[in-house]
């Protein structure tokens, strides 16, 4: 493998360890709800076991005895009731935490951002364009809330409910645990594999998308230029020019995602076909009841199902990625123009300033932004320069 090659291959990946921390950094006004909110999570997810497990039970007392011990059966279907109550009222709690973390989450990421913006200096907004620099701060925090969404909403809830069953399969009979155990990395490795492949075609629609938004902005704020040079036509060209681009990069990225989701989708039935397959040989040796085979089929079949969840979350990181880094760094970054705290504020202010044949370039900059000025400023005048 060339040096270059191994290079790109570096930049097509993602690195998670970072991109986590980064998120953590920038989360840092609402960790404690988040805590609370996997907690509460895990709670729910322990509930939600409840049910199928009731269920077993009515199914194992009907085998058993038939219908004489109604008495037990109508209990048991009480307490099926009682479990989903429960299972309501804890995912009320959990879904009002979830939209306070998005909520907040949405206000201070958009806020803080433009706070920093604000008071960089303008060396670093000559970087980039107005229209490019508003899109990526909106964005960008869009793309983190829908995130938090995804993972707080499905992603942690499957986590937790595929831990939580291949426990209590391991209890049930160990060779259920394995047959999850197997199936369910298999899928997980095929959706690395597939988002690895296409997220160089999906950073570069992101970059695309970004660059027809900050084009649009930029028209219509300079209409006047636009329309006084007589360049709506070339507007126009270019704007398709980007849009065409974008839906050529969309529709190779979603035909790689249907041509692997026909594989991704075999794993799962083999996984859920197996099970079946498992659990009716043990029920016809004896060495399982019925009810058993329902428990462990319902909860087995959920939580493959499942995992479908874990590969949209990996599609919300390749997604974000680029706004996490991007608002990461912009936090971090420091303005060039210091302001001493204890700076002396004088109360009267007498004199002239004299400019004399001065220039000035902003860092980085080739070009002067002024050259050999000669200004003279008068005591109590407002003077400003625009260019």
Request: charged share 25%.
């Amino acid at each position: 493998m060339t040096l270059k090659s191994k290079k790109e291959k570096k930049q097509n990946n993602i690195d998670a360890k970072k991109f986590w921390k980064n998120l953590w950094e920038l989360l840092s006004r609402s960790r404690g709800v988040i805590k609370k909110l996997f907690a509460v999570i895990f709670v729910l997810e322990i509930v939600n076991l409840i049910g199928p497990y009731l269920l077993k039970l009515i199914i194992d007392l009907i085998e058993k005895s038939g219908f004489e011990k109604i008495g037990t059966i109508f209990l048991l279907v009480l307490l099926i009731l009682i479990v989903y109550q429960i299972i309501s009222f804890i995912g009320y709690f959990s879904n009002r935490m979830i939209f306070r973390v998005i909520a907040e989450s949405e206000l201070y990421l958009a806020t803080d951002a433009h706070k920093k913006m604000i008071h960089l200096g303008l060396n670093y907004h000559q970087k980039e364009n107005t229209g490019n620099k508003v899109s990526k701060i909106l964005r960008g925090a869009d793309k983190i809330t829908v995130l938090l969404w995804n993972f707080f909403g499905e992603v942690a809830p499957t986590i937790s409910q595929l831990f939580l069953t291949i426990i209590i399969l391991f209890v049930v009979d160990w060779r259920f645990a394995v047959i999850v155990s197997f199936f369910a990395p298999v899928f997980i490795i095929i959706t690395f594999k597939l988002n690895q492949n296409i997220y160089p075609i999906r950073k570069k629609r992101f970059n695309d998308m970004e660059v027809a938004s900050g084009m649009m902005t930029q028209s219509i704020l300079n209409i006047n230029t636009v329309k006084s040079f007589v360049q709506e036509e070339r507007e126009v060209r270019d704007f398709y020019k980007i849009s065409n681009s974008i839906k050529q990069r969309i529709l190779s990225e979603f035909y790689k995602i249907l041509n692997v989701g026909i594989f991704r989708n075999f794993v799962i039935d083999a996984g859920r076909v197996s099970m079946l397959l498992f659990g009716v040989f043990l029920v016809w040796k004896g060495g399982m009841t019925i009810g058993s085979l329902v428990f462990v089929v319902t909860i087995s079949e959920k939580a493959l199902m499942s995992l479908y969840r874990i590969s949209r979350l990996y599609d919300r990181i390749m997604e974000s990625s680029e706004a996490v880094t991007r608002l990461h760094e912009l936090s971090k970054q420091e303005s060039d123009i210091k302001n001493p705290k204890n700076g002396i504020k004088p109360d009267d202010i007498e004199g002239v300033i004299d400019f004399s044949k001065t220039s000035f370039a902003y860092k980085g900059s080739g070009t002067e932004a002024l050259k050999d000025v000669d200004l003279r400023i008068a005591a109590g005048c407002v003077t400003a320069l625009v260019g």
